[in-house]
């Protein structure tokens, strides 16, 4: 059963990467704050969240596939709640900043860290740095983050140290900089 339920979460994962350049819906300014309290309710309703803390700075707007921008929050805040140092609180901080070209935005986390020689290796498909049985996925999760920005004209990047934590960063363009998602 076990087994059954890896497989389905493998199965919709490896759709979700294959359709993230075949996406068709329509680009829209959007407010990311919302989504970043719809994935802080979510998972600090789950138990074994419940004493996390998920904090962000005010927010910019937007524009873009809101579906896929949702995702990468997610998946990089709920990484952050998921790969934690034991009986440490979780705690994960979404910053931004703002160049003449960008937006830069930073989850950062306490959790466990990553090792210098697997910074690169994390966001190719298929790649785990631990077993199942420590830590549940699938290994795409950063994968797809890296399609959804590279389609937001943006990069993303890992900067951390083992027992300390981890700095995601990814930059998303600003509309008028980025390209036509749908070519």
């Not at 990089?76 to 009986?87: D, E, F, R, S, W």
């Not at 930073?106 to 020689?117: A, H, L, W």
């Not at 951390?160 to 995601?168: A, N, V």
């Amino acid at each position: 059963t076990e087994n059954a339920a890896h497989a389905q979460n493998l199965i919709a994962d490896i759709l979700s990467y294959s359709s993230v350049d075949h996406d068709t819906q329509s680009l829209e300014t959007f407010e990311i704050t919302p989504l970043l309290d719809t994935i802080k309710q979510n998972a600090l309703g789950n138990a074994s969240h419940s004493s996390a803390e998920i904090t962000y700075d005010p927010m910019p707007s937007l524009h873009g596939n809101r579906t896929q921008i949702f995702q990468v929050f997610q998946n990089l805040i709920t990484n952050g709640l998921k790969y934690q140092v034991a009986n440490v609180p979780a705690k994960v901080h979404v910053s931004v900043t703002e160049t003449a070209t960008h937006y830069q935005f930073c989850v950062e986390d306490n959790g466990i860290g990553i090792d210098e020689k697997h910074l690169q290796k994390i966001f190719e498909v298929f790649q785990r740095l631990h077993r199942r049985d420590q830590y549940s996925g699938t290994g795409i999760g950063l994968s797809i983050c890296k399609k959804v920005v590279k389609r937001h004209g943006g990069t993303i990047w890992v900067e951390s140290e083992p027992q300390k934590g981890s700095r995601f960063i990814f930059t998303i363009a600003k509309p008028h900089l980025q390209g036509d998602p749908h070519e």
